[in-house]
């Protein structure tokens, strides 16, 4: 725990994490509430976010974040509990196993774009224009993937659908600078156990394996801790002149 007031970085800040139940998000919400954030877990899952939020001691409501009403309801709470928003990091996504793009079926297909991407659409449809009539400023990150930039073999339209969340930053990055609303994107490698990651490499349940297959320059794959680091910068004031950008954070998988 961070119990130093003089490094708490977010100290007042209102931040909604969602999936942040568990995996990346945890980890996202541990730091942001260790550096004086007050956050809200917006999670599909109920009994995790339950879970989680009293862990942790921040609050939780549950979002399933394809459904508009679903983060007009979240809105609404926040609104009514805090009376303002200063960051958002959108990091629930899903993807499907690792296989030939030809047989991914159109389930599939439209759980991939319902979550990763028509879910970011709601969260700014929604919750930029609530920001911008504040008229305190904010941030916004996307978590995307470093698959967006370097294709993971076999996983064709989940590149795609972080791709394309990632472009909607950067325009949205131009179109909201006036108003101090910043949208930037974090791109993780593979982050051993977390939910997707063996369907991303289409290993097996098991660790060792997963770690074994790993092609990662230093040696490992991120961790809730690194992709947490990241996201408390961009959302605090030392990166308020920071927008648009996309901050690996990858071991160097991308050079």
């Known amino acids: 725990m961070n119990n130093n007031p003089s490094t708490q970085r977010l100290a007042g800040k209102i931040a909604i994490i969602t999936g942040g139940g568990g995996g990346l998000g945890k980890g996202t919400a541990q730091k942001f509430v260790d550096e004086g954030a007050k956050v809200i877990i917006a999670e599909f ?3 995790l976010g339950k879970v989680t939020a009293k862990e942790l001691g921040c609050d939780f409501q549950k979002c399933d974040v394809s459904k ?43 759980q991939v774009f319902s979550v990763n991407v028509k879910a970011i659409y709601n969260s700014y449809n929604v919750l930029v224009p609530y920001i911008q009539k504040k008229g305190n400023g904010g941030s916004f990150v996307t978590i995307g993937s470093v698959a967006a930039v370097r294709p993971t073999l076999g996983l064709t339209w989940y590149n795609a659908s972080k791709a394309a969340v990632m472009l909607a930053s950067k325009s949205l990055a131009l179109e909201y600078a006036a108003d101090q609303i910043r949208f930037n994107n974090v791109l993780p490698t593979f982050a051993p156990g977390t939910g997707l990651q063996n369907r991303f490499l289409g290993l ?31 959302c605090s004031d030392e990166a308020n002149f920071i927008t648009g950008i996309d901050l690996p954070v990858d071991g160097g998988r991308l050079i």
């Open 204 to 234: 097996p349940d098991d660790q060792k394996e997963f770690e074994s297959n790993l092609p990662q320059p230093m040696g490992r794959g991120c961790t809730p801790r690194d992709i947490a680091n990241a996201c408390c910068y961009l």
């Open 68 to 110: 508009k009403s679903d983060w007009e309801a979240l809105l609404q709470y926040v609104d009514k509990t805090y009376g303002r928003l200063d960051c958002v990091v959108n990091n629930a996504g899903t993807s499907y196993r690792n296989k030939a793009t030809v047989e991914v079926n159109d389930d599939e297909f439209d």
């Open 45 to 47: 899952k109920e009994d």
